[in-house]
C-alpha cells in the first residue's frame, strides 16, 4: 500500500498557488511595460489609454504583493488606484472632448 | 475541498496571465498610422480589464473587482467619446 505524506501533497498544492501568482505577476509587468509604451505614443488620448491600462496593472501587482508577501498598505494603495485611476480617467476625457 | 480550490484559483490565474499577456502583445503590436487605432486599443484594453478582475476575484478581493467592473466601463466609453468629438474632429 501506496502512503501518502499529507504534509508534503498541501506543500505541494500550495507551491502551484504561489507559482502561478507569480506567473500572474511576471505578465503584468509586462503588460505594465506595454502600457507605458502606448501611454508615450504623440496623441493625448493614446496616453490616457495607457494609463488606464497601466492603474489595474499596477494596483493587480500590488494585491499580489499583499499575498504574497503580506505587506498589508500595498491593498490600501490598490484601493486607492482603482477608485481614482478610472474617476481621473473620465475626468480627464471630459477635458479634451470640451465642456 | 480547499485543494480543488486551490487548484481552480491557480488556473484561473494562469489563464489571466495569458490573456494579459496576448492584449500586451496586441497593443504593441499596430503602429499609430493605422486609421482609428484608438478604438481598437480601447477594445483590447477590456480583454486584460475582464481578465484583472477575474484574476482579484480569485485573490479573494470581490470588492476591488466589483468596484472595477462597474468603473472601466465609463472610463473606456469616455475614452472614446473623447477621441470621437474631441482629439479625431481636429
Not at chain 2, 466589483?66 to 477621441?83: G, Q, R
Request: hydrophobic share 60%; net charge positive.
Amino acid at each position: 500500500m501506496v502512503r501518502v505524506d499529507n504534509n508534503k501533497l498541501q506543500g505541494v498544492k500550495m507551491d502551484i498557488l504561489q507559482i502561478s501568482e507569480y506567473i500572474l505577476m511576471a505578465a503584468l509587468a509586462f503588460y505594465a511595460i506595454a502600457t507605458i509604451r502606448i501611454a508615450t505614443r504623440k496623441t493625448i488620448s493614446m496616453g490616457i489609454v495607457g494609463l488606464l491600462g497601466l492603474s489595474i496593472a499596477v494596483a493587480t501587482i500590488l494585491i499580489l504583493v499583499n499575498n504574497i508577501y503580506g505587506i498589508a498598505f500595498c491593498k490600501d494603495i490598490a484601493y486607492a488606484l482603482v477608485i481614482l485611476g478610472p474617476i481621473g480617467t473620465i475626468a480627464f476625457s471630459k477635458v479634451i472632448r470640451g465642456w | 475541498m480547499a485543494d480543488i480550490i486551490t487548484l481552480i484559483k491557480s488556473a484561473i490565474m494562469i489563464i489571466a496571465a495569458v490573456l494579459i499577456v496576448l492584449t500586451a502583445f496586441g497593443i504593441i503590436r499596430y503602429k499609430d498610422d493605422v486609421e482609428r487605432i484608438l478604438y481598437a486599443r480601447v477594445h483590447m484594453l477590456g480583454v486584460a480589464d475582464m481578465a484583472c478582475i477575474v484574476a482579484l476575484l480569485a485573490l479573494n478581493e470581490p470588492l476591488l473587482a466589483v468596484t472595477y467592473f462597474f468603473l472601466t466601463p465609463f472610463a473606456s466609453h469616455a475614452i472614446a467619446n473623447a477621441y470621437y468629438y474631441g482629439e479625431e474632429s481636429r
